[in-house]
């Protein structure tokens, strides 16, 4: 009887051959676009102490209520499994004093993430983001920085037309209070009509209730109080300097005055980018500044600001758009098919032409077979050239070179003349 076979955690994805050309295609773009601005990789584990995170993100944030991947480690201390990167990343900073000093700090990661959700497209339990986290400077210059690195990468991507950017300022930790206790008081009086999880986040976490997805409550928010009659001088100027540096670079961007972040650490700037082609998955990067954190988890304030991007989204998005270059999907550029007794010549050609042409990605086939056969593994291989090796072929010192996509052209080389002419093809 056949054994039951072992699954993957549900919500939790293997990324196969194949998907994972695009994923490395998005990375180095991703990649480059930070290179570009100068930032700096910063890794770290992915499991912290659980009170990182519930210090930072805060106790009654849906993350901590009921998202994280906690467990006692063997010594009984609470571990959790990182459902975001910024405490992390603030830990290390503090950890390692890359801003005890007020130094500037410009960083980024990448990696997986954990989060209890309930999976669906573009929600998983297992996820990745590429984030970005920059320190010491309070100046609304680098928060527009971020946008437009962003919106450079989406350029770059090839998908700027299918996502927009929406924008707020959530005030000074003062003018939020003053606005939740107006925003509670106001709510208060209608909360029978609120839906449920508004009706208990009016006790808990009532700025959340602004981005809630149901219609009536929605309807009923058209009538709260303005969070921007609460707005404190220096966040307003803050806000209206960014989004002055936007208009001149010509950034747009709509302000949707309910755009609150499901993390407490927030303060002044918000940004989403948002997309339409999602479903209701639409945001594919957030962001915003959190002046409070550092000092929060025990360090000097420092203004900070940053994003995280979801990469399973961005690829989605990819996927959906058809923007993904043909040449990403192939991993093999010259497929070496060997006739006869020439394994031995057939690797040293191989290693000869690896070196001499860094960026050639040459495959051997391996196992034999006739030509007809070998051929046809080359064509499944999806490389751009066949090269063909013989007995003959190694007493010249040749081998014939069979074009396998645009045309039928097929001419023997010697093999320095074949390490030159695939340089040149590549
Ligand atoms: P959402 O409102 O969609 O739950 P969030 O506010 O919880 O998002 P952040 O914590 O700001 O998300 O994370 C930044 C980005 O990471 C999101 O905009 C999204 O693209 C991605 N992301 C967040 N949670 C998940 C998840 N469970 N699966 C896949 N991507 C995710
Ligand atoms: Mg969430």
Redesign the pocket.
């Known amino acids: 009887m056949a054994k039951a076979s072992i699954q993957a955690i549900r919500g939790m994805n293997d990324i196969l051959p194949g998907e994972s050309q695009v994923w490395r295609y998005f990375e180095s773009t991703v990649k480059s676009v930070l290179d570009g601005f100068g930032y700096q990789e910063i890794r770290t584990p992915v499991v912290e102490q659980t009170h990182l995170f519930k210090r930072s993100i805060g106790e009654v944030t849906d993350?901590v209520e009921k998202e994280m991947y906690t467990f006692d480690d063997r010594n009984g201390e609470s571990l959790t499994l990182r459902p975001?990167g910024t405490a992390s990343c603030v830990r290390a900073c503090e950890q390692h004093q890359l801003i005890a000093n007020n130094q500037r700090q410009r960083l980024w990661y990448m990696g997986p993430m954990f989060?209890y959700?309930r999976p669906q497209k573009?929600?998983?339990?297992q996820?990745h983001?590429i984030g970005v986290e920059t320190f010491g400077m309070a100046d609304p210059a680098i928060d527009a920085e971020l946008i437009v690195m962003t919106h450079q990468l989406w350029k770059k991507l090839g998908i700027r037309d299918k996502v927009e950017l929406e924008l707020n300022t959530i005030g000074s930790n003062e003018a939020r209070a003053n606005y939740k206790a107006a925003l509670v008081d106001y709510l208060s009086g209608v909360k029978d009509q609120l839906d449920e999880d508004s009706q208990r986040r009016l006790d808990t976490n009532p700025l959340r209730i602004l981005d809630s997805k149901d219609q009536n409550t929605q309807s009923l928010l058209n009538d709260a109080p303005n969070f921007h009659d609460y707005l404190d001088e220096e966040s307003e100027a803050h806000f209206a300097e960014l989004k002055a540096l936007l208009d001149e670079v010509g950034i747009e961007y709509k302000v949707n005055p309910r755009l609150v972040?499901?993390?407490d650490y927030y303060s002044k700037t918000v940004f989403?980018w948002i997309t339409s082609e999602l479903g209701a998955?639409g945001?594919?990067?957030?962001g915003g500044r959190y002046d409070g954190l550092v000092e929060q988890l025990g360090g000097k304030a420092t203004p900070a600001v940053g994003f995280?991007?979801?990469m399973?989204?961005l690829i989605l998005l990819l996927e959906s758009l058809n923007v993904i270059p043909d040449q990403v999907k192939s991993n093999i550029d010259v497929y070496l098919v060997s006739m006869g007794n020439v394994t031995t010549a057939a690797m040293a050609l191989a290693a000869q032409l690896r070196e001499a042409v860094p960026k050639l990605r040459l495959q051997m086939h391996i196992g034999g077979g006739n030509f007809k056969k070998q051929m046809k593994k080359a064509d499944e291989s999806g490389a751009r050239f066949a090269l063909i090796l013989g007995e003959d072929e190694v007493k010249a010192g040749q081998a014939s070179i069979k074009s396998l996509r645009d045309s039928a052209e097929q001419m023997t080389l010697n093999n320095d003349e074949l390490a030159n002419w695939l340089q040149q093809q590549l």
């Open positions: 993350i975001e989060r959700e573009g929600r998983y339990r996820f983001q972040r499901g993390l989403e998955q945001t594919v990067c957030a995280a991007m979801g399973e989204r």
